[in-house]
């Protein structure tokens, strides 16, 4: 409408110039908004020039990001944010929620046909407050569009729990809104688990069983929801403080892991050639390494997986996945948490349908 009767022109730099109507969606909504911004401007002045006028201006958008790439959705919203007057925006892109202010967001979410909106309320130290935005925010905007989330500690679980889900579910993560997060360390806990509760967003926490790892996923659910992680059926921590590493080793993955190793070095000895190759050195963690006593080939395999943890998580997923014996396709603590997840796909899917009706 802020069109008609006229012709707007873009060029870009030397590049040949064209009307807006040539242009994409993305150009011409971005060129709307600065033809609107131009006008607005225009008459706001005209309101201060007028000693008597009142004026209030307010600037409704929705998803103003469609059809931008990031960089633009970014640029954009500078754009809108120097815009006078007051501002509401709906949005779905984690890059506008990445520059906006927290205290700003309102968040909408629909159960059971029942629309709640939410606002953040900060709490606890500064410290923790621009924490959540250098750790959460900043990178993982898109885990506040989830259905529900899963926090896990690494690389290893965040490119492995996914092959396990679409073998569960039999559709990816991301078909039915769950965000699998690797929160970059057993210390991260807090700045997600915070934003989480503040939206009211379901979780779930895949963790080690290390004493460290334990005591870190402890401490954050007591800071957060005041609560004994142990009462909790959302959190599942693997036994006899295993990593996930041992954990499938533990379980009888042994040759399984193997066998992918050997596939993916193109060498059919290559766990032997290890052994043989650092059997005596140091560890990274301290201590040497002794392949020659009981169970010091299994010890040499997990060293091996320790030091090559994003290189073979996902071969070794999609190996297990597709063996002949059904039992055996999903590990044990792995189809306890999709199990638990299952009671929550329901209302889910009955969402996704809901939205899509």
């Given amino acids: ?49 007028d000693d008597e006028a009142e004026q209030f201006i307010m600037l409704t958008m929705e998803e103003p990001e469609a059809h931008l790439h990031p960089q633009a ?6 754009q809108i944010s120097h815009f006078e007057g007051q501002k509401i925006v709906s949005t779905h892109s984690p890059s506008i929620i990445a520059q906006a202010s927290l205290t700003d967001t309102i968040y909408f979410s629909k159960h059971d046909g029942k629309t ?40 290893t679980e965040e490119l492995a729990l996914p092959v396990y889900f679409v073998k569960y579910f039999g559709c990816a993560p991301y078909s039915l809104g769950v965000s699998i997060v690797n929160i970059g360390g057993k210390d991260n806990y807090k700045p997600f688990l915070s934003l ?6 379901p979780w779930f926490i895949f963790s080690d069983g290390e004493a460290e790892a334990i005591s870190a996923v402890s401490s954050a659910i007591r800071q957060v929801f005041d609560k004994d992680y142990a009462t909790l059926k ?29 596939e993916h070095e193109g060498d059919t000895e290559y766990l032997d050639s290890y052994i043989n190759r650092m059997k005596g050195k140091k ?14 080939r299994q ?18 997923a999609k190996k297990l996945v597709g063996q002949a014996d059904e039992n055996k396709r999903i590990p044990s603590k792995v189809k306890e948490l999709l199990s638990a997840l299952e009671g929550r796909i329901g209302a889910i899917k009955a969402h996704i349908l809901e939205d899509e009706a």
Avoid at 291 to 296: C, I, L, N, R, S
Avoid at 299 to 316: I, Q, R, S
Wanted: proline residues 2%; charged residues 30%; negative net charge.
């Fill in 116 to 155: 709640s909106a939410m606002r953040y309320s900060p709490s606890g130290a500064k410290e923790d407050k621009e924490k959540i935005f250098r750790e959460v925010i900043n990178t993982r905007a898109d885990l506040l569009f989830s259905s529900a989330v899963i926090l896990c500690e690494g690389i």
């Fill in 196 to 201: 989480i509760r503040n939206f009211d967003i």
């Fill in 299 to 316: 010890d040499a395999l997990v060293d091996l997986c320790h030091e090559h943890k994003t290189e073979y998580a996902l071969p070794v």
């Fill in 1 to 49: 409408d802020l069109n008609k009767g006229m012709d707007i022109v873009m060029q870009d730099g030397k590049a040949a110039s064209f009307p807006i109507a040539q242009h994409g969606y993305g150009t011409r909504s971005w060129i709307s908004f600065l033809t609107l911004s131009a006008f607005v401007e225009n008459q706001n002045q005209k309101l201060k020039d």
């Fill in 234 to 262: 959302n959190v599942f921590i693997l036994e006899n403080g295993d990593d996930y590493e041992k954990y499938l080793i533990h379980e009888g993955y042994s040759d399984l892991i193997i066998e992918v190793i050997c």
């Fill in 73 to 78: 959705q970014r640029q954009l919203f500078e």
């Fill in 283 to 296: 560890r990274k963690g301290g201590g040497y390494r002794d392949y020659t006593k009981e169970g010091g």
